[in-house]
């Protein structure tokens, strides 16, 4: 294993958590009784648990000991004048409001920022972004390039904003029916796949010729900082810190949510430059999450965010997190395993459609995929395709997402090189007698979001 293409940890593991495999006999009961939803299924139950990389993260000592340093006064904590800090230091926007997650910020974005009726273009929907912008009267407008799409095409910067598609929405339907363009760095449904700063340029010198704002969902934004890095000519001897702080120089603001890149367990924000939609936030903060100095979260979980940021930028962390994501993938690749390529910066994401060709999209393969991956070894992913993708709020038809995958995230600082290994291992040993995955149908199919708890039997 060469250490420049995989970097070993760099860190040391100062506390550990056991887990277990259950066996073959009871893990099919388990998936049975989780109604082949791996959402369903108890923690304890899994060997290795690549279902999500938000929230999952291991926090260092740092992290540890500013939890001890919890200011937990109602109102005006100190941990949260330390995040703001650190935020502004960061993203260099001009106003915080605090969330208790991503979609508290995604909450009240939506309803300060669009009127009914007004698109939102986005690179790619994401589940919780999508709904807040539908609920509040929104018609989200994908605008991610084509290729994006494809899972087979190996490209760099394949969440890149196609401009043409942009450019045709403004004219066809007037830029004062645009609420804002929302650009996700990086885009977790084409597979984490990054933004360049050409492209993201580009998009503010069109939105900005047409009085048009920009919202970035930043959840991931330091992978996407890295790839940058890697892949962009002129960013190689960038700081991440500063490569981050030039991506969002070309936007209004941005939803975060703190449990992916903060590098923590629970948190989020919302940030803007508009003084005029930061007082309608601040107003509506206290309604769904409290008041404007915590937004649903402890002091302590606040100042465990403002280091977990800081130590996101470092420079070793976020190249052995993408490397280790990456080796996971070569690994597969290797093997003949059809994988969304390139692989992105947290997960990789299998290609149903061409692992369980035998199945039509109707009877749910990557759905079906990913309960059998847990039976064959415990290792738990999630479904990313026509489940998660839900049903057209008008018509009632189910949204058929071309990307059809199983997501395998891995979550920050948590497991090893050989944990991957055994994912792979898995994989491979699943991909063998691909043949006998058989499709499943709704038992019980949720209105809102319904892949979190819906419930599936055998067709
Ligand atoms: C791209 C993206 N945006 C928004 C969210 C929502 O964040 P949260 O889960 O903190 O509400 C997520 C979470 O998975 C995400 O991946």
């Not at 009267?137 to 087979?152: L, P, Q, S, V």
Request: proline share 4%.
């Amino acid at each position: 294993m060469n250490i420049h293409d995989y970097p070993a940890e760099p860190f040391r593991i100062k506390m550990i958590e056991p887990v277990k495999m259950i066996s073959r006999t009871q893990r099919e009961q388990v998936i049975k009784e989780a109604g082949y939803n791996t959402f369903l299924i108890n923690s304890e139950d899994v060997y290795i648990d690549l279902l999500t990389d938000s929230g999952t993260n291991a926090m260092s000592d740092r992290q540890w000991a500013g939890m001890m340093l919890g200011d937990e006064a109602y109102a005006g904590s100190r941990n949260f004048q330390h995040l703001e800090e650190t935020v502004k230091e960061f993203f260099g926007f001009k106003h915080i409001v605090p969330t208790h997650q991503g979609r508290g910020a995604e909450n009240l974005l939506s309803q300060i920022a669009i009127c009914p009726g007004q698109y939102v273009p986005g690179n790619m929907y994401f589940t919780t972004t999508r709904y807040h912008q539908e609920r509040n009267g929104g018609i989200f407008t994908d605008i991610i390039r084509d290729e994006a799409h494809d899972a087979h095409l190996d490209i760099p910067f394949k969440g890149n904003v196609d401009l043409a598609k942009l450019q045709q929405l403004i004219q066809e339907k007037g830029a004062e029916n645009i609420a804002y363009v929302c650009v996700a760095v990086t885009v977790n449904l084409a597979g984490g796949q990054p933004v360049s700063m050409g492209n993201l340029r580009a998009v503010r010198e069109l939105t900005a010729r047409h009085g048009i704002k920009i919202f970035f969902d930043a959840t991931r934004c330091v992978e996407n900082a890295y790839f940058i890095k890697e892949q962009e000519e002129g960013y190689a001897d960038k700081p991440i810190r500063e490569i981050v702080r030039e991506m969002f120089s070309y936007g209004d603001g941005c939803t975060m949510s703190g449990k992916k890149d903060c590098l923590v367990n629970i948190g989020g924000f919302l940030c803007m430059n508009d003084d005029d939609l930061f007082t309608a936030a601040k107003e509506l903060v206290v309604v769904y999450e409290g008041m404007p100095s915590y937004g649903g979260m402890a002091g302590r979980d606040m100042e465990a965010m403002a280091i977990g940021l800081r130590e996101a930028m470092q420079f070793e962390y976020i190249e052995h997190r993408v490397k280790q994501v990456r080796y996971l993938g070569d690994a597969l690749k290797k093997a003949g395993i059809p994988i969304i390529e390139p692989t992105g910066g947290h997960a990789v994401f299998l290609d149903a459609r061409r692992f369980c060709p035998h199945l039509p999209q109707d009877v749910f393969p990557a759905q079906s995929l990913v309960a059998d991956l847990y039976v064959e070894w415990g290792v738990r992913g999630m479904e990313r395709g026509i489940v998660s993708a839900g049903r057209d709020k008008n018509t009632g038809e189910n949204h058929r997402p071309k990307l059809e995958t199983v997501r395998l995230t891995i979550p920050r600082r948590v497991y090893t090189y050989r944990h991957m290994d055994v994912v792979a291992e898995a994989v491979i040993k699943l991909y063998e007698h691909r043949e006998q995955i058989k499709g499943l149908r709704f038992v019980y199919e949720p209105k809102q979001l319904r892949f979190f708890t819906a419930r599936f039997e055998h067709v």
